[in-house]
């Protein structure tokens, strides 16, 4: 392993909202519409702030899919002064950026022409397939249909979108199921060349939801599923998992070279009972390898200049700090 690089971002982690129309058998993250449901601008401008003085470079935006479909929602939108999540998001973004941090959004199912605005003011964007299996997991939830995501994730690469991904095991896929999820990764990746990073996370359950009681994936059916991604993506695309999940020293080995985001100031909203590791600690989980802090976008596409316009001064500088 002596010799390796192993890259992490700094981030910080911003929900939106926790609305989402989808019904998610394992999430802990989804709420009903109701006071607190919708993070305040005062407060996204503060976090940034605490990022910025903190050394972050990224920002992640991410939210409930399409929360407009929930009744009532439209109202709080309404509050803070903008008709939709997208438009919300697009000033934070803005705010992100007069920070000093990245955008990095992760919003559900976008269409293309929502991405295509959203892109002028994010560095990369992503959304995790999960699966391309059709589980009862994904019940009640329109937006898990791997069809539209695949769809949602070519449309990414039309535009160019330096672009993460996923899966997220133990739901109730198969072997075989995880294979394919991968062979469509790579296969869209070899058409348009857009996917920087591929997340192979396990799942953990969480008490209260419909999937709390489910078992989680043994630590050598996840060491397996690493090593049958790096096989399988191109060698462009970086393998990462989250250090705040799984013992990840024990799993480096296998073909992973990212971490993720890790973030000092705020916490995992998604996975909220496993706190991320300490910045300096990730030092001692890669042993031998090297640790190198990166951007949410990654050099191959900043060489390339997929990135807007104006983020192009903000991506230089932080470039030079690291």
Known sequence: MAGRVITFSKNIFLPLTTVCRNRCGYCCFRTPVRDGCLMDPGLVQETLARGAAMGCTEALFTFGEKPEEEPGFPEYLARIGYRSILDYCYAMCEAAIRAGLLPHTNAGILTYEEMAV???????????LE????????????????????????????????????????????????????????????????????IVQNFCPVEGTRMGSARPIGFEEYRTVIRMAREILPSDIAVQIPPNLADASRLIGCGVNDLGGVSPVTIDYVNPDHPWPEIESLKT??????????????????????????????ISRLQKNR
């Open 285 to 314: 989980l890669v042993g031998d390898a090297i640790l190198r802090e990166r951007l949410c976008i990654y050099p191959q596409y900043i060489e390339k200049g997929w990135y807007p316009p104006r983020l192009a001064a903000l």
């Open 118 to 128: 959203l892109k002028e003011v994010n560095a990369s964007m992503g959304i995790m």
């Open 131 to 198: 699966t391309t299996a059709r589980l009862d997991a994904h019940a009640n939830s329109p937006g898990k249909d791997p069809d539209v995501r695949l769809a949602m994730m070519a449309d990414a690469g039309r535009l160019k979108i330096p672009f993460t991904t996923g899966l997220l095991l133990g739901i109730g896929e198969s072997m075989r199921d995880r294979e394919e999820s991968l062979e469509a990764i790579r296969n869209l990746h070899v058409t348009y060349g857009h996917i920087q990073e591929v």
